[in-house]
C-alpha cells in the first residue's frame, strides 16, 4: 500500500516548455487536490476534483490544467511554464464525501524549477 | 473569506522547553481544524485534527491542541519538545466550498536546539 505518489520528484524547466506531474493514489479515494507551497505562504489550492471525470479550480489556478480520467490518477499540466511556477507541488487525496471530516493524506512532493 | 492565521514564523526552543503555536481562523460556520507536521525534506503528516466533541485534543508525538470556540483558536501544545520536533507547523481548516480542501496557515518554523 504505497499512499499517495507523485512523479517526477524533481524537475527542471525553461520558460515556455510544458509539463505534467502525475500523482496516484492506491486508497480508492473520492477526493484528490493539487497544492503548491511557497516559502512563507503555505499551501494554496490549485485544483481539485470531487470524483472520476470532474475537476474544479481552487485559490491559484492560472496556468495550470488538470484530468482526473481515472479515480487513482490526478494529473497536473503547466501549460507555458513561467518563473513564478517555481515552487514545490504536493498531491492529496482523501475518502468518500460521506466522511467528510476525513483526513487528507499527502504525496512526497514535486520540487520544480522554472528557469 | 475564510482565513487562517499563525502568529509565529519561526520559533527557536532549547529541548525541554515548552511549546504553544498559535492559531486562529476566520469563518463563521462549523469548523474542522488541523494542525500537520512537514519534516525537513518530508511530506506533511497529520499531527491531530478537532471534528466535534472534547475541544482538547491529543495527536501523535505528545501533542496536543485546544479548540477555543469564543477566540477562533486552535493553538498547538506541547510540554517538552525534542531535537526531533524540528520541523514547520502548519494550520489548517476544511473549506466545504471547495471540495474540503484545506485552507492552511502560512506555517511556523520552529527549531530545537539540542
Known amino acids: 500500500n504505497a499512499g499517495v505518489t507523485q512523479t517526477p520528484k524533481f524537475r527542471v524547466l525553461k520558460t515556455g516548455q510544458s509539463m505534467t506531474l502525475l500523482c496516484a493514489q492506491d486508497?480508492?479515494?473520492?477526493?484528490m487536490y493539487w497544492y503548491r507551497q511557497d516559502p512563507g505562504m503555505g499551501l494554496r489550492l490549485i485544483h481539485y476534483?470531487?470524483?472520476?471525470?470532474?475537476?474544479a479550480k481552487g485559490e491559484v489556478p492560472d496556468g495550470y490544467n488538470v484530468s482526473r480520467l481515472k479515480k487513482q490518477n490526478f494529473l497536473l499540466g503547466l501549460e507555458s511554464a513561467a518563473p513564478s511556477q517555481t515552487s514545490v507541488y504536493f498531491c492529496?487525496?482523501?475518502?468518500?464525501?460521506?466522511?467528510?471530516?476525513?483526513?487528507?493524506?499527502f504525496g512526497p512532493g514535486t520540487r520544480l524549477t522554472v528557469l | 473569506a475564510q482565513s487562517v492565521s499563525q502568529h509565529n514564523h519561526h520559533v527557536i526552543l532549547s529541548e525541554a522547553a515548552s511549546l504553544e503555536l498559535g492559531c486562529n481562523y476566520s469563518?463563521?460556520?462549523?469548523?474542522?481544524l488541523f494542525w500537520y507536521v512537514q519534516y525537513p525534506g518530508q511530506h506533511l503528516q497529520l499531527l491531530l485534527k478537532?471534528?466535534?466533541?472534547?475541544?482538547l485534543v491529543k495527536g501523535i508525538k505528545g501533542f496536543e491542541a485546544e479548540f477555543i470556540k469564543s477566540k477562533f483558536s486552535f493553538n498547538l501544545r506541547k510540554p517538552s519538545v525534542q531535537w526531533s520536533d524540528t520541523a514547520e507547523y502548519f494550520c489548517?481548516?476544511?473549506?466545504?466550498?471547495?471540495?474540503?480542501?484545506?485552507?492552511f496557515g502560512k506555517g511556523t518554523s520552529l527549531l530545537v536546539t539540542p
Open positions: 489548517a481548516v476544511n473549506v466545504p466550498n471547495s471540495g474540503y480542501a484545506l485552507n
Open positions: 469563518y463563521g460556520g462549523t469548523v474542522n
Open positions: 486508497m480508492n479515494h473520492e477526493y
Open positions: 492529496a487525496s482523501s475518502r468518500d464525501s460521506s466522511g467528510i471530516t476525513d483526513t487528507q493524506y
Open positions: 478537532y471534528f466535534s466533541g472534547d475541544p
Open positions: 476534483s470531487v470524483g472520476e471525470g470532474t475537476t
